[in-house]
């Protein structure tokens, strides 16, 4: 096959080339994924009225986010486990986002230590945050992200128990005794094996590690014991945003979990005009969930998100290249987006602006 032109052949490619069991998990959804396709189709279903004679000539695809510049407005999304879609892992998945000024959130669930990431990485950084029940670990966590240059935390709120992953139960999914949740070593949750009947654990794992009794309460002080700004994943109400800018939040992560969590959700780019209102300006705004192409991209910002994260995607992109995979993958959507910007009528990100959405 000749090299994808686009993200979606990179899906096809990877599927024809990773074991199924892996494809399955980094693929998957929640239950009949219903809300994983529904978030491609609330994309789809917009449509962009583009301006003309705009004088595109020279375009600036950056943006500043908590006070630092960005090349352009994605980050790749936090996603456990890199290690089961290339021996690199989360390695050449960090150096393919410096080498195209791509933002990077590392999963609190990689296969390599927030430490070793934070020392390959060339471009900023962010560190996915789960509420451990052990608060003490948790805010042990926070101390290492801070010591070693993350940039901001991203509390993961849309995981309380972990939704129905159908595929994972069918293929008994588990990660290999040589692979580790390394910043978890020292604790018991570094393995996600099966159990002695040989049957899947994902859900006992999460109920025995995270703390599904979260309340507001618990934002406040993890806001409390950081300096770093914290942005709350996970959100798809204006009501709730409202309430973690209050509780001291910077910013709040549109995001459904790319529909891995309750299926039925609503749609992100649905929820995200609520949400922006609900923020009302006192921080900033992503989305994630079935970006994949440069127009996902311009929809997302015409509807008030600062920025986007790509999930799956990157999977494919590295399973299928490693990092080389991951920057040729990040390069064509961020091609793609500067061509949707042209086409638009738009010079800068900031004349993105809501009119253009029909
Ligand atoms: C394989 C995989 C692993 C993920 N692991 C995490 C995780 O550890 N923490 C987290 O907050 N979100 C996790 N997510 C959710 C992503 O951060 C993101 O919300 C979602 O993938 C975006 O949707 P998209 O894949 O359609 O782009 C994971 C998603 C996938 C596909």
Known sequence: MDLPLNLAEYEELARQTMPRTHFDYFGGAAADGITARENRRAFEDLALRYRVFADVGDRDLSITLFGRKLDWPVAIAPMAFQQLAHPQAEIATVKAAGRTGTLFVASTMATTSLEDIAAAATGPCWFQLYVYRDRSFTKALVERAEAVGYEALMVTADTP?????????????????????????????????????????????????????????????????????????????????????????????????????????????????????????????????????????????????????????????????????????????????????????????????RDLIA
Not at 208 to 219: G, I, N, Q
């Open 161 to 353: 128990v972990l939704g129905r992953r159908e595929q994972d139960m069918r293929n008994r999914f588990h990660i290999p005794p040589g692979v580790r949740i390394k910043n978890l070593e020292g604790t018991p949750f570094a393995s996600f094996g099966l159990d002695d009947g040989g049957e899947y654990t994902g859900a006992r794992y999460m109920l025995a590690s995270l703390d599904p009794s979260l309340t507001w309460k618990d934002l406040e002080w993890l806001c409390s014991i950081t300096r770093l700004p914290v942005i709350v994943k996970g959100v798809v109400r204006g009501d709730d945003a409202e309430q973690a800018m209050k509780c001291g939040a910077g910013g709040i992560a549109v995001s459904n979990h790319g529909g891995r969590q309750l299926d039925s959700a609503i749609a992100t780019l649905r929820a995200l005009p609520d949400v922006v209102q609900g923020v009302a300006g006192r921080g900033e705004v992503l989305v994630d969930g079935g970006v994949r192409r440069g127009t996902d991209i311009v929809k997302a910002l015409a509807l008030g998100a600062k920025a986007v994260l790509l999930g799956r995607p990157v999977i494919w992109g590295l399973a299928t290249g490693g990092e080389d995979g991951v920057a040729r993958l990040l390069g064509l959507l961020r091609e793609e987006f500067d061509t949707a910007l042209a086409l638009c009528g738009c010079k800068s990100v900031d004349r993105v602006t």
